[in-house]
């Protein structure tokens, strides 16, 4: 998994050391009130032991999203293969820590993530979840011109009522 970089941020792959600051950002009730509950540290450390698999044998996996101006670790985005209505799609994925939200962090991670897929590994779409309510990740995925598909009861977040938009690499080859 290579490293990619925007104007503010390096999406680089994981490794031990980011263990504290991936724990902590997991562990955060604000920052994951949109998932089942913030994660224990054993959850934190399984996430990481994942991305690192996954980072290392294809080119799927979670990243780590660091500021470039001071190597601060502010959050975790990726691209991972996920069963979402019955069909195996791309899943865009993007957490970035409570203190970081409205500076437009996510949207940039985002959009590098979705250009990177489509230049370097031709996939033709991408998808992104999220709640029905999370309307700050409903804009991200909107900026960087995914559209809403699909509403479905998502059994994995409670059978909350869940939003999946995509975008269609190919047609902007």
Known sequence: ????????????????????????????????????????????????????????STIYGRRALVLKSSGEQIGDVGVVPAMLLGEERNDLGYIV????????????????????????????????HMAWDNLPSQRVAEKIGMCKVAEFNNPRNRDLLTFLYEIRLSSEL
């Open 97 to 128: 820590d409570r203190r970081w939200w409205g500076q437009g962090f996510a949207s940039e991670a985002a959009q590098a993530l979705c250009d990177h897929y489509m230049h370097e590994h031709g996939l033709d779409a991408l998808v992104a």
């Open 1 to 56: 998994m290579q490293l990619i970089e925007t104007e503010r941020l390096l999406l680089r792959p994981y490794s031990w050391e980011d263990l504290p600051a991936l724990t902590a950002l997991l562990a955060d009730p604000t920052t994951m009130r949109f998932w089942p509950r913030p994660f224990t540290p054993d959850e934190a450390q399984g996430w990481l032991e994942r991305a690192m698999t996954a980072s290392s």
